[in-house]
């Protein structure tokens, strides 16, 4: 059994019994499944581990290309609530209009996912088996306590490594968090997780400066520049004239130009808490390349926890994640981040 196959092997035994808690009543008195494809040797490894782990807990496993689509539509809209469902995807399944996970999640059927596994690099496996390694009280911890800072605020400063700094103001929505404990009422996830999340009450109040060393691209997968450019953040709209800017993230700022209003917001700022993905142990798929221990922003008007802060005229249509060299995060006068670790 090769490093990775025994990593993967411990991460999802423990996700089946620390987080999924599959071992206690409700759950263990209803049924658990696992849907894989083998389409990725990435998925493949996962999918094994799960098969394996599988054996004790007596769930059932099913390879989604070897079932009819209908018949399984039927099997998982009929099951009982407190049922477990893990899907394990080199992309992401579809079997009607919807994503599985969130239907299911509408009829109180619990699900974890695994997904663009396909998009996942050989020398990132073991990066991956890490990411989703067990450290869920290690994350509650940081999380409430960055909650608790950032509820509480009225300020947060951003220093990039070249003095580029952005400012906040004002206070903030109230901070979200992703931990991955299912003692908490929601039970759907995809993983890796661990994120908090927020945004300024008042978008007029984000302004400053940020220095932009990572952005994604139309191929899922991350570019980082040797050079950083500078952006500028005026009443939270986007704008660039540095010439280090690159060509191709001038063009992801006219995409989003094109339907929004000919303007680019920046709007959520998202804290990423996990320790095992970093710039050494890096995963090249920007779903999860965002989740390492850092900060970044997000770029557009989408996103449904503040839908209703615009007016449902305004177009929401993008959702890019954009990476600034952050050298220290102040809330108030807090230092909360330096040399990309949480301090507090």
């Not at 990593?7 to 599959?22: D, H, Q, R, S």
């Not at 263990?28 to 394996?52: F, G, K, R």
């Not at 990039?160 to 992703?178: C, H, L, P, T, V």
């Not at 570019?223 to 950083?228: A, I, N, S």
Request: hydrophobic share 40%; net charge negative.
């Amino acid at each position: 059994m090769s490093i990775v196959e025994e990593k993967l092997l411990v991460a999802t035994k423990n996700i089946l019994e620390k987080n999924l808690k599959i071992k206690e009543k409700p759950y263990s008195e209803n049924e658990i499944i696992l849907i894989y494809d083998l389409e990725s040797p990435l998925s493949t490894l996962v999918s094994n581990a799960y098969i394996e782990n599988f054996k004790e807990f007596k769930g059932e496993t099913i390879d989604i290309n070897k079932v009819d689509k209908e018949e399984l539509i039927k099997r998982l809209w009929a099951l009982k609530e407190n049922s477990t469902v893990i899907l394990v995807q080199s992309t992401n399944f579809r079997l009607d209009n919807f994503r599985i996970r969130l239907q299911l999640h509408n009829n109180w059927v619990w699900c974890l996912e695994h997904n663009h596994l396909q998009y996942m690099k050989e020398d990132e496996y073991e990066n991956y088996a890490d990411a989703i390694e067990y450290k869920t009280p290690y994350y509650d911890e940081l999380s409430w306590k960055l909650k608790e800072l950032c509820d509480n605020s009225d300020t947060m400063r951003f220093v990039s490594r070249d003095g580029s700094i952005m400012n906040i103001e004002w206070w903030f929505e109230d901070m979200k968090q992703n931990t991955w404990n299912y003692e908490w009422k929601r039970r759907w996830w995809t993983l890796p997780i661990w994120e908090n999340f927020n945004e300024a009450l008042d978008f007029d109040k984000v302004n400053g400066e940020l220095s932009i060393v990572i952005y994604p691209w139309m191929d899922f997968q991350i570019r980082k520049v040797d050079k950083p450019f500078k952006i500028k953040i005026n009443k939270s709209i986007v704008t660039t004239d540095d010439p280090n800017t690159p060509k191709e993230f001038i063009e992801l700022l006219d995409l989003i130009k094109a339907s929004e209003d000919n303007e680019v917001m920046l709007r959520e700022l998202w804290f990423w808490l996990n320790p095992n993905i970093n710039n050494d142990k890096q995963l090249a798929d920007v779903n999860f390349f965002e989740r390492k221990a850092w900060f970044h922003v997000s770029i557009w008007k989408k996103h449904q926890i503040y839908r209703k802060k615009m007016h449902k005229s305004v177009v929401q249509r993008y959702h890019i994640d954009i990476f600034p060299d952050i050298k220290e995060i102040y809330v108030w006068e807090t230092k909360i981040f330096k040399d990309d670790k949480y301090i507090i």
